[in-house]
């Protein structure tokens, strides 16, 4: 079982819907989440950080923890096409201390 | 970047050479670390600096080292470059909101 999994995708939107990202977890002890964007051939850029249970919103975006189900998700309203780019979830904390471990990704595509 | 910056951008290799990479900070950050970044395995860590000539081991750090002789500097060094070691290499240092900001990467290839 991989520490931090995501739905590869691609998860494809059409503009101005709801795109809904999602990331599990295995390590129960950890307390830091955050949300990357990457851009095909760029690095990933943070876009969001949670750290306590329930809903964290910035502009369009709304991350949202889970704690007890191990469940990290993003809510991107009103997408956009430049809102195209793999979503990386990533945790630290627990065994792993301060280490960030990432998952694979989630390819998003909002269709204009 | 703004404030970290990785050199080269690009660099193919022939398999047996040593290669080094360089991360560098303006940001006076402690902590600095290096990442691979390869399809269906995102991020891994390889190496990372927690200061000056201090140093430790990622999970995936066999065939690697790393150097940290300035607060600034912080160079990855493949001894013998194999073909598993095509990768996009990414240095971060601790950025904003607890998360890291990163170079822009380097793409190696190892033919």
């Known amino acids: 079982q991989k520490e931090v999994e995501q739905n590869s995708g691609p998860l494809s939107v059409p503009e101005g819907a709801i795109a809904s990202l999602n990331c599990t977890y295995s390590?129960?002890?950890?307390?830091?989440f955050f949300w990357y964007r990457q851009y095909s051939g760029k690095s990933p850029e943070l876009i969001m950080s949670i750290y306590s249970n329930g809903d964290k919103e910035d502009g369009r975006f709304t991350a949202q923890l889970n704690k007890a189900s191990q469940y990290v998700s993003l809510l991107i309203r009103d997408s956009q096409p430049s809102d195209s780019a793999t979503y990386l979830c990533a945790v630290t904390g627990g065994t792993g201390g301060f280490k960030t471990i990432f998952g694979a990704g989630t390819r998003l595509f909002v269709k204009a | 970047d703004a404030g970290i910056t990785q050199s080269p951008r690009h660099k193919v290799t022939e398999t047996g050479t040593p290669v080094t990479l360089r991360c560098h900070q303006t940001?006076?950050?402690?902590?600095m670390y290096w990442y691979r970044q390869d399809p269906g395995h995102g991020l891994r860590l390889i190496h990372y600096?927690?200061?000056?000539?201090?140093?430790d081991k990622g999970e995936v750090s066999d065939g690697y080292s790393v150097s940290r002789s300035k607060t600034e500097d912080f160079l990855l060094t493949l001894e013998s470059a194999t073909s598993s070691q095509t990768s996009v290499y990414f240095c971060?240092?601790?950025?904003?909101?607890?998360?890291?900001?990163f170079g822009s990467g380097t793409r190696l290839t190892v033919v």
């Open positions: 390590d129960r002890g950890s307390q830091s």
């Open positions: 600096s927690y200061g000056v000539k201090d140093t």
């Open positions: 971060a240092i601790s950025g904003g909101q607890g998360g890291y900001t």
């Open positions: 940001e006076n950050h402690r902590y």
